[in-house]
């Protein structure tokens, strides 16, 4: 069966400094990838998604980053973190063709920029 | 672009009851996913519903689609204190090569024992 990580599970940075978080799917072979953010009480908001290695789309402007370096790992970056970059981030894996494709998340991690 | 909006934005409940929740989205759509999350985790799919469907069940839940109306509806029969948590509808939209889902902001659904 198919298995989604993301972690850390919280995190705590002060503004100005990088982040890194990451997101592994086991069970599967080149799935489809996203980050997404939720503000308390909202409802998701795509960053990133990721369709194979190397290959990241954005949705918004901003100033993070995604990077896809296997095929199962996807990561999101940033070098200097904003106060608004605070936030509850999920990972997820698509399973399906085209757009019928149902979505797996991940556990998710709660950031907060000081 | 966000495409699906849910209604209520929250309901209260007591265990046993029905819960009925209601999504509208704006343009045509091939299909329309509904979805879990618990305080504090990841989303959960629940259920997807082709456009050519009406109804659909699984388990306790009962997802209707009316393309004429352009609107969803997820039923809970018999809550228990465990359906508490937020329901999201999601519909997909074509991006660059490929689909994506855009999700409503929810319907925090709140069962009390």
């Known amino acids: 069966s198919q298995t989604i990580h993301q972690w850390p599970a919280t995190l705590v940075q002060p503004v100005g400094s990088p982040l890194s978080l990451e997101c592994t799917v086991e069970?599967?072979?080149?799935?489809?990838l996203y980050w997404y953010r939720q503000a308390a009480g909202r409802g998701l908001q795509l960053l990133f998604y990721?369709?194979?290695?190397?290959?990241i789309s954005s949705e918004v402007p901003q100033n993070l980053s995604a990077s896809r370096p296997q095929d199962r790992q996807f990561i999101l970056s940033s070098k200097k973190l904003l106060l608004s970059d605070s936030g509850f981030y999920l990972c997820?894996?698509?399973?399906?063709?085209?757009?019928?494709?149902?979505?797996?998340f991940g556990p998710g991690t709660r950031l907060l920029v000081l | 672009s966000q495409q699906g909006e849910e209604d209520p934005q929250a309901l209260s409940i007591q265990e046993g009851e029905n819960a009925t929740m209601n999504c509208s989205y704006k343009?045509?759509?091939?299909?329309l996913q509904w979805y879990r999350q618990n305080s504090g985790r990841g989303l959960v799919h629940l259920i997807l519903?082709?456009?050519?469907?009406r109804e659909k069940h699984s388990g306790r839940l009962r997802v209707t689609l009316d393309t004429s109306k352009k609107s969803s509806s997820l039923l809970i029969t018999a809550s228990r204190a465990a359906d508490t948590a937020s329901y999201f509808c999601a519909t997909p939209y074509s991006g660059a090569g490929s689909y994506q889902l855009t999700f409503g902001k929810g319907t925090k659904l709140s069962v009390i024992p």
């Open positions: 069970g599967t072979s080149n799935p489809n």
């Open positions: 519903i082709r456009s050519n469907e």
């Open positions: 343009t045509s759509i091939n299909n």
């Open positions: 997820a894996w698509g399973l399906g063709r085209g757009n019928q494709e149902t979505q797996y």
């Open positions: 990721s369709v194979g290695i190397g290959q």
